[in-house]
Every structure is written in C-alpha cells, then in structure tokens.
C-alpha cells in the first residue's frame, strides 16, 4: 500500500520544480538581455539576472533546511514559457515591436514565479518552516519587483514610441 501524500511532499515537489524553473530563468534572462534594444530594458534583464542567482541559492538553503539535497525536476511550464520566448525573439529580431515581445515574455516567465512563489511561502508558513518563509518571501518580493519595473519600461518604451 502507497502511502498518502502530504503538503510536506507537495512542498518539496515544487521546489524541485521552482528550481528547474529558476535555473531556466537565469538562461532566458541572459538570452533576453543581448536581444533587448532598450538600454533600461537590458539593464532590468541584466539585474533581474543577477537576482535570479541569488534566488538559487536561497532556494539550495531551503532545500537544506528539509535535510534534501537540492533537485530538480522538469518544469514543463517554464519549458513552454522560455520556449515562447525564443520563439518570439526569433520572429522578431530586428522589428520595432521586439522589446515590446520580449517584456510580454518576462512578464509570463515572471507571474509563473510569482505564483509559484506565494504557494511555497503560504505552504512553508503552513509547515511552519520559518527559514522556507523568510528566505522564499524575499524570492517573492523581487519577482514582483521586477515585475512592476517590467511594467515600467514598457510604459515608458510605449510613451517614447508615441511622442
């Protein structure tokens, strides 16, 4: 007989998920950032990257405080999101629109993170893993943080292209 699953099983499933997913950020991140034309917008992507480093080894001590070593497991998800970028990278390189597609592509990469993020830090907090809490909640606050600067540049790229 197979024993139930847990919320704990659930937790760690996902953080071998998010782990997938973070490493896969890092990558679409720095892909992004030699497409982006904007000076601001290769900067945001360029930070966001160095973030996302950070963001792994937060993650690798989470892992550690579960007694787990840090795994992964395929994130189909962030396949299908990084994919789409590079897909639209692709169509287009060259074109006006590009940094316009490419923020639209961050965005999503970013609300998956953000989703994911605020369940872990709900689940940790239900576990009460306070170390997951504190360390995942400040993951969490700079995915929204890039978020709203994302929102940002667009706002201000859209503003330049209509003046």
């Not at 997913?21 to 360029?46: C, D, G, I, N, Y």
């Not at 360390?135 to 859209?158: F, H, I, P, R, Y």
């Amino acid at each position: 007989m197979t024993k139930e699953k847990t919320l704990a099983d659930a937790f760690h499933g996902m953080m071998k998920d998010i782990y997938y997913a973070e490493k896969q950020s890092v990558r679409a991140l720095k892909k992004a950032a030699k497409a982006a034309k904007a000076p601001e917008l290769k900067e945001a992507f360029e930070k966001h990257g160095q973030e996302s480093a950070t963001q792994l080894e937060r993650l690798e001590q989470v892992f550690e405080s579960l007694g787990k070593s840090p795994r992964s497991k395929t994130c189909e998800a962030m396949q299908g999101l990084t994919a789409e970028m590079e897909e639209d990278m692709d169509d287009f390189d060259g074109a006006e629109a590009a940094d316009a597609v490419l923020i639209a592509s961050a965005q999503a990469i970013e609300h998956y993170e953000i989703a994911r993020y605020g369940t872990l830090v709900a689940w940790a907090r239900k576990l009460g893993n306070s170390e997951a809490v504190e360390l995942l909640s400040a993951t969490l606050e700079e995915e929204k943080a890039t978020d709203v600067l994302l929102t940002q540049v667009a706002e201000k790229l859209d503003a330049e292209a209509t003046a």
